[in-house]
T-cell receptor, first 112, second 114 residues
Framework: DQQVKQNSPSLSVQEGRISILNCDYTNSMFDYFLWYKKYPAEGPTFLISISSIKDKNEDGRFTVFLNKSAKHLSLHIVPSQPGDSAVYFCAASIRGYSTLTFGKGTMLLVSP | DSGVTQTPKHLITATGQRVTLRCSPRSGDLSVYWYQQSLDQGLQFLIQYYNGEERAKGNILERFSAQQFPDLHSELNLSSLELGDSALYFC?????????????FGPGTRLTVT
């Protein structure tokens, strides 16, 4: 039973446009969410996070939106750059527990 | 560079064998996590250690075990290997107990069981 779902295995976007990556979760106990980026032959790297007390968190070109009622979060990348091409993993945790539950990832391809 | 190191990078072994994967966490991090990433699968949490003690267990098979040593490095032992154990194994570390839940991942060990 997947508690964190990324339903789009891949996404293609042109350079300069917006990339929107989506993530849904089923466990209402989750209250902290993170996005990780992974390049081939490397481990995932932390990108941005959001606590359930917020509905938006922004860091440069990256913004994460959280809709608790829909149990949905999204990562917006504006403007997208070819260097953003990677696999993006959504992860969730329960405050007080440090373990993370990951989705299967979405491969983003940004073409020039 | 996350500061987390894993050895070896690649490992090829036969079914029925036993292997040990090693992880050194970032300086100052007390928690170590192990994850498995199989083909088309996300990162599956296996086990967490905090300052030498097992803290949480995920989908870890009984054939697998781990430990964290006094110098905080960790080893994941995989025994009676099967073809299905072929995967990328990641180690991550974090400062447990703070407000930061970010985990820092090593580059992974690719295990191939033939």
């Amino acid at each position: 039973d997947q508690q964190v779902k990324q339903n789009s295995p891949s996404l293609s976007v042109q350079e300069g446009r917006i990339s929107i990556l989506n993530c849904d979760y089923t466990n209402s106990m989750f209250d902290y969410f993170l996005w990780y980026k992974k390049y081939p032959a490397e481990g995932p790297t932390f990108l941005i996070s959001i606590s359930s007390i917020k509905d938006k968190n922004e860091d440069g070109r990256f913004t994460v939106f959280l809709n608790k009622s829909a149990k949905h979060l999204s990562l917006h990348i504006v403007p997208s750059q070819p260097g953003d091409s990677a696999v993006y993993f959504c992860a969730a945790s329960i405050r007080g527990y440090s373990t993370l539950t990951f989705g299967k990832g979405t491969m983003l391809l940004v073409s020039p | 560079d996350s500061g987390v190191t894993q050895t070896p990078k690649h490992l090829i072994t036969a079914t029925g064998q036993r292997v040990t994967l090693r992880c050194s966490p970032r300086s100052g991090d007390l928690s170590v996590y192990w994850y498995q990433q199989s083909l088309d699968q996300g990162l599956q949490f296996l086990i967490q250690y905090y300052n030498g003690e097992e803290r949480a267990k995920g989908n870890i098979l009984e054939r697998f075990s781990a430990q964290q040593f006094p110098d905080l490095h960790s080893e994941l032992n995989l025994s009676s290997l099967e073809l299905g154990d072929s995967a990328l194994y990641f180690c991550a570390s974090s400062v447990f107990g703070g407000t930061s839940y970010e985990q820092y991942f090593g580059p992974g060990t690719r295990l191939t069981v033939t």
